[in-house]
């Protein structure tokens, strides 16, 4: 295989081979090969100061993230093959973890294929790509992604922000199949989601919740259930159907809150949820004016923190809304808090929960630790792929 080389600066191997991924362009011997002379989303070999090579991977020069390795040693090119057989490793573990085919299939950089994401809603699937490099490679994603599951709808979902950043451009659309107008359903736990993978979140649903909100089964019968930043209503509809006598769900899209509706309707939950358009905080400021309480309250919000000098302000809102959280919080609440934001660390969050109910005389007991589900599994050599945190909370009386 003949491929061009692209040469790191001696010592810049040491973060490949204990196992990361990602090149930076500063690592690079740009006497040796310089990065003008490569496309954007090029493939290469990646070699050390010693010519020896590490692997296969591809560059944009146009990025901080300069190149990432694909496939370790040179032995196998970056093609079909090569996909379908990562697409089937991947698709090991999600069919020994869930009984359905609903979960997100390939992870990225966990995955072994960086600047990839593949959401699977039973025979429709929804991929992203976030690099250049993955956009080249399209057509081979494409056809292993179509050997491997046979989908009836292949959906590329184009639209990320972070495709900026690989000067990409933003695009939905239907690789693979004809178009038609029925909505996707996404089944978990026994319930089914209307949710629209073409105008909707991310790639159409949360599955990284999916595991948190197992939890719900014991905390909530009989009791008020709250679930603000409700999008589809993942969250508040597991509560329903484990016997929560009321559900509020709120979101501030009113897409969603039609979704969100029309889920309800479909799991017979009518007489139990409903769904609320507003400003999550406005909202709950409002229902403290009222006084009304519930007995578990969560909060699961988009990334407060999206760019890491976004902490010091994202932080705070964060401990706000905890904040008003807890006062809608009975005598003995549960706190379901959440944030996706990679860039918020876990203890800062947590921090500011313990906060709040300090400054409201409160106790909180910390009960569980969340994370996002083993079907976005973490790489422990990249902290980039740990991004989702959360925490369950009781919080009491002082
Ligand atoms: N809890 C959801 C995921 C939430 S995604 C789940 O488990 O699937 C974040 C949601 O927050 C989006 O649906 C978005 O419309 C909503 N949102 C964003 N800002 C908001 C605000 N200020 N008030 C209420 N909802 C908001």
């Keep these: 295989m003949q491929l061009p080389a692209l040469y790191l600066k001696r010592g810049e191997d040491a973060r490949l081979r204990s196992g990361h991924l990602w090149v930076f362009s500063n690592e690079v011997d740009v006497q040796r090969s310089p990065l003008a002379d490569f496309e954007p989303g090029e493939v290469c070999a990646i070699v050390d100061s010693r010519d020896k090579p590490i692997g296969v991977g591809y560059v944009n020069p146009n990025s901080l993230i300069c190149a990432r390795l694909v496939s370790r040693g040179l032995e196998h090119a970056l093609d079909k093959?090569?996909?379908?057989?990562?697409?089937?490793?991947?698709?090991?573990?999600?069919?020994?973890?869930?009984?359905?085919?609903?979960?997100?299939?390939?992870?990225?950089?966990?995955?072994?294929?960086?600047?990839?994401?593949?959401?699977?809603f039973g025979e429709v699937v929804v991929a992203q790509t976030t690099t250049a490099g993955m956009e080249?490679?399209?057509?081979?994603?494409?056809?292993?992604?179509?050997?491997?599951?046979?989908?009836?709808?292949?959906?590329?979902?184009?639209?990320?922000s972070i495709?900026?950043?690989?000067?990409?451009p933003d695009y939905v659309d239907l690789g693979i199949g004809d178009p038609d107008d029925s909505p996707l359903?996404?089944?978990?736990?026994?319930?089914?989601?209307e949710c629209d993978p073409v105008g909707g979140q991310k790639t159409g649903w949360f599955y990284d919740q999916r595991g948190n909100r197992d939890h719900l089964q014991h905390l909530v019968k009989g009791k008020r259930v709250l679930d603000m930043f409700s999008y589809l209503g993942g969250w508040g509809l597991r509560a329903a159907a484990y016997g929560a006598s009321e559900v509020v769900c709120v979101d501030a899209s009113q897409p969603a809150v039609d979704a969100i509706t029309?889920?309800?309707?479909?799991?017979?939950?009518?007489?139990?949820?409903?769904?609320v358009r507003a400003d999550a905080f406005?909202?709950?400021k409002a229902l403290r004016e009222k006084r009304e309480h519930f007995d578990v309250v969560i909060l699961d919000p988009p990334a407060f923190v999206k760019r890491k000098k976004d902490l010091a302000e994202g932080r705070v809102a964060y401990r706000r809304l905890n904040e008003l959280g807890m006062q809608v919080l009975g005598r003995d609440g549960i706190l379901i808090t959440c944030s996706?934001?990679?860039?918020?660390?876990?203890?800062?969050?947590?921090?500011?929960?313990?906060?709040?109910?300090?400054?409201?005389d409160r106790q909180?007991?910390?009960?569980?630790?969340?994370?996002?589900?083993?079907?976005?599994?973490?790489?422990?050599?990249?902290?980039?792929?740990?991004?989702?945190?959360?925490?369950?909370?009781?919080?009491?009386?002082a």
């Design 163 to 168: 495709r900026s950043m690989e000067s990409l």
């Design 282 to 284: 406005d909202y709950l």
């Design 81 to 120: 093959s090569l996909f379908v057989h990562k697409l089937n490793v991947a698709l090991a573990l999600r069919e020994r973890l869930y009984d359905e085919p609903y979960y997100r299939l390939v992870f990225g950089e966990s995955d072994g294929l960086p600047g990839l994401t593949v959401d699977r």
């Design 364 to 397: 909180a007991q910390l009960l569980w630790h969340l994370q996002q589900g083993a079907d976005h599994p973490i790489h422990p050599a990249i902290a980039e792929t740990e991004y989702l945190k959360g925490f369950i909370l009781r919080i009491l009386p």
């Design 262 to 275: 029309r889920n309800i309707a479909r799991n017979g939950f009518a007489d139990r949820a409903k769904a």
């Design 340 to 360: 996706c934001s990679y860039h918020m660390p876990r203890s800062i969050l947590l921090d500011g929960v313990q906060q709040a109910a300090r400054h409201l």
């Design 136 to 160: 080249r490679l399209k057509d081979s994603i494409s056809a292993a992604l179509v050997k491997v599951l046979k989908p009836r709808q292949l959906w590329w979902k184009n639209d990320a």
């Design 185 to 193: 359903i996404v089944r978990e736990a026994g319930l089914e989601f």
